[in-house]
């Protein structure tokens, strides 16, 4: 896909990969649930009726507070806190 610049093409760019995916993967971290852009996506993502598959990598309160709380309470989510990446 190469690097993305901002703006418009950049919101173009996120809604043609949510579309086209066949899953969505949602990085869980306390910065992933505070960002208005990562609720967005998943909120398309939700509305898509896409799978959605949430990872955590860091400790974050379940279900998380916000408008993503509604569409990740029904979820379970992927335990990665604390795992290190081995060569």
């Known amino acids: 896909m190469g690097q993305i610049g901002g703006g418009e093409l950049l919101y173009e760019k996120i809604e043609h990969?949510?579309?086209?995916?066949?899953?969505?993967?949602c990085c869980i971290t306390p910065m992933y649930i505070v960002s208005n852009m990562c609720q967005r996506e998943l909120?398309?993502?939700?509305?898509?009726?896409?799978?959605?598959?949430?990872?955590?990598?860091?400790?974050?309160?379940?279900?998380p507070m916000g408008p993503a709380s509604l569409?990740?309470?029904?979820?379970?989510?992927?335990?990665?806190?604390?795992?290190?990446?081995?060569?």
């Not at 398309?44 to 974050?60: E, G, Q, R, Y």
């Not at 992927?78 to 081995?86: P, T």
């Open 43 to 63: 909120i398309l993502a939700d509305m898509l009726k896409k799978p959605i598959v949430p990872v955590m990598f860091d400790v974050t309160l379940w279900p």
């Open 17 to 25: 990969g949510i579309r086209n995916a066949k899953v969505v993967i």
């Open 71 to 87: 569409i990740l309470s029904q979820l379970a989510y992927v335990d990665l806190k604390g795992k290190r990446v081995r060569n």
